[in-house]
């Protein structure tokens, strides 16, 4: 089985997320970067389904230079092999990024032969355009599930689950596919000793990217309107205790 | 035709952010169409009419007899084809986005996702949200038909009675797009979900342990709630995902929310600020989650939560 994984490097924010004086670009001197979470969870299910059902594993973002740290974290829980499709900024508006994937896929796939699955995020944390995805599965004439949170592959066919507000459902397909997935359908591992030594060895590849820009262009970010709180306070310790009944009282939830 | 709704619903059964959508719609043009996808959704027209559609365009066709996303996505393209609106609406969920980035790839167009408000001139300005909605893109939108999702709670829900006069728009759909559609359901057992419960205990990485969780599950059980936890539990195995409050976890609303050992990082605060209230356990004065939240208590919550627990059995006698 040949699986590739589609990531995307974000920062990684505590409390509260700052922008640049030009309003341009989240403030990440003091952030860290990671893999966005839905797909650090879709860089683990390719590692299992290759562990599972034999074959590779290939991992691959749009982004800058830096965005190797990511690549080579998910070779060091186990993808074997790495591509970079190096841009100048933090990111690319969505048309513009699933054209330069889909390129992308369509030169490794004439290479190497073509992915059985393709995975994805359900969306990015930092942009959340919600489309990438489905961009790039329709562009390759294959089907695509997102939000999914199971993949059970049975020979050709796989089943994937999905959580909705009544319940499980279930979707039958028939590889290729194209999966969004959610974080929760496994729980990452973190990597070895090992692992980390093999990863800074691994050739990252390069498929330099070319698209057209897409209609929908960022002008500013704003800042959220911050909630402003008087946090009443209850007291302190254990011997606050009355305090906070008698509040579960004041709002009907102690009856 | 201007503005065009996607209805979302499943099997009939409406979503609520469809009335949002209607409303932020009405904000475009005061004519509103609606569009239902699959005949259960026939129903619906009604409601559709009290919250301001003016027409409501159905679809019919045996694909769409339960949810599937190309289908789906290959309907509303079809229609937009046949309706020519200037913009197309539908709702900031898990479905909506995927609808509509579907239709976008078939068309062709940009789409925005989870817009808060819409300045419409010869380029549309939007606004929209990033980061689960700690930080807002403003951002323009150049398309012949523009595509948006609108953020859940962005739009009050509102009605605002139209003539609701139905029409049919009829759809050709490949039969491979059935390999998409849900082939198998399990329905929720009943009882109080994290997404409905009308109390949540929630526990950080403080709490320590997976079984350090227990007096959190004593008290959510006396007040008929649920318990609740950051990534930072689920990372360290503590407790399920289903359990995780969150950007990528759960969106949760209760009347009231008990953030115990939680510091309140964008990733969680994200899922807990629908919340009516919340109060926060924290050993932190200065914790985000301390400052942001409507009530605290400061202090270590392995003592003061068994003493709320034994406060309640006090006074219940």
């Known amino acids: 089985m040949r699986v590739l994984v589609c990531v995307k490097r974000v920062p990684a924010p505590g409390a509260r997320i700052n922008i640049t004086p030009d309003g341009l670009a989240v403030d990440t001197a003091y952030l860290a970067f990671t893999t966005s979470p839905h797909e650090e969870c879709a860089v683990e299910e390719a590692v299992q389904l290759v562990e599972r059902h034999g074959g590779e594993s290939t991992v691959l ?61 359900n ?58 997935v959610k974080e929760g359908i496994n729980l ?48 302190n310790g254990p011997e606050a205790a009355p305090a906070v009944v008698d509040l579960l009282e004041e709002l009907g939830i102690l009856k | 035709m ?51 559609a003016a027409v409501v365009h159905q679809v019919h066709h045996d694909l769409l007899s339960d949810f599937g996303p190309e289908a789906w996505g290959e309907s509303v393209a079809q229609a937009v084809r046949a309706l020519q609106p200037d913009s197309v609406l539908a709702c900031g969920t898990d479905r909506g986005n995927e609808v509509l980035a579907q239709a976008a790839a078939r068309l062709d167009l940009p789409f925005v996702a989870n817009v808060i408000s819409v300045d419409v001139a010869d380029v549309w300005r939007v606004t929209r949200v990033r980061w689960g909605g700690s930080l807002l893109e403003a951002c323009t939108l150049t398309a012949p038909t523009k595509l948006l999702t609108v953020s859940h709670h962005a739009f009050e829900a509102s009605e605002s009675p139209a003539a609701g006069t139905t029409a049919s728009v009829t ?54 709630g649920v318990v609740g936890c950051s990534r930072a539990v689920t990372n360290n195995g503590w407790r399920n995902h289903t359990d995780q409050v969150g950007q990528t976890g759960t969106r949760i609303a209760p009347d009231l929310y008990m953030a115990c050992g939680i510091s309140g990082a ?52």
């Open chain 1, 61 to 121: 973002t749009l982004g800058p230079a830096e965005a190797d740290e990511q690549l080579r974290y998910a070779a060091s829980i186990g993808v074997n092999k790495a591509v970079l499709l190096p841009i100048d900024s933090a990111e690319w508006d969505p048309q513009r990024t699933a054209t330069a994937i889909t390129t992308a896929i369509r030169t490794l796939e004439a290479a190497d032969g073509p992915f059985d699955v393709i995975l994805f995020g």
């Open chain 2, 2 to 52: 201007t503005v065009l709704v996607v209805v979302e619903h499943d099997r009939g059964t409406l979503s609520p952010a469809t009335l949002e959508a209607l409303a932020a719609a009405r904000t475009i043009d005061p004519v509103v169409h609606a569009l239902t996808l699959g005949s259960a959704a026939d129903i619906l027209a009604g409601e559709l009419a009290a919250h301001g």
């Open chain 2, 171 to 224: 759809v050709d759909l490949d039969p491979v797009l059935a390999r998409t559609v849900v082939a198998e359901r399990v329905e929720r057992e009943a009882g109080v979900t994290l997404a409905t419960a009308p109390l949540v205990v929630g526990g950080g990485r403080a709490v320590g342990s997976a079984e350090a969780f227990a007096p959190l599950e004593e008290l959510a059980g006396l007040l008929g």
């Open chain 1, 188 to 235: 990452p591992r973190y990597p070895t000793l090992k692992g980390r030594l093999g990863s800074k060895k691994i050739e990252v590849g390069q498929v330099v990217p070319e698209a057209v820009l897409g209609g929908q262009q960022m002008v500013s970010l704003v800042q959220s309107a911050e909630q402003v709180s008087q946090t009443i306070m209850l007291g």
């Open chain 2, 266 to 317: 964008i990733q969680h605060w994200v899922g807990a600020m629908a919340s009516k209230k919340i109060l926060a356990i924290n050993t932190d004065p200065e914790a985000n989650m301390v400052t942001k939240a409507d009530y605290a208590v400061i202090g270590d919550l392995h003592k003061v939560v068994p003493a709320i627990t034994a406060e309640i059995r006090r006074r219940r006698g």
């Open chain 1, 123 to 180: 969306e990015s944390a930092d942009a959340g355009n919600f489309q990438v995805g489905v961009r790039v599965a329709h562009a390759l004439a294959r089907p695509i599930v997102n939000g999914i949170k199971g993949i059970e592959v049975d020979g050709d066919s796989l089943k994937a689950r999905r959580e909705s507000d009544a319940g499980v459902e279930v979707y039958a397909l028939t590889m290729p596919v194209v999966l969004g």
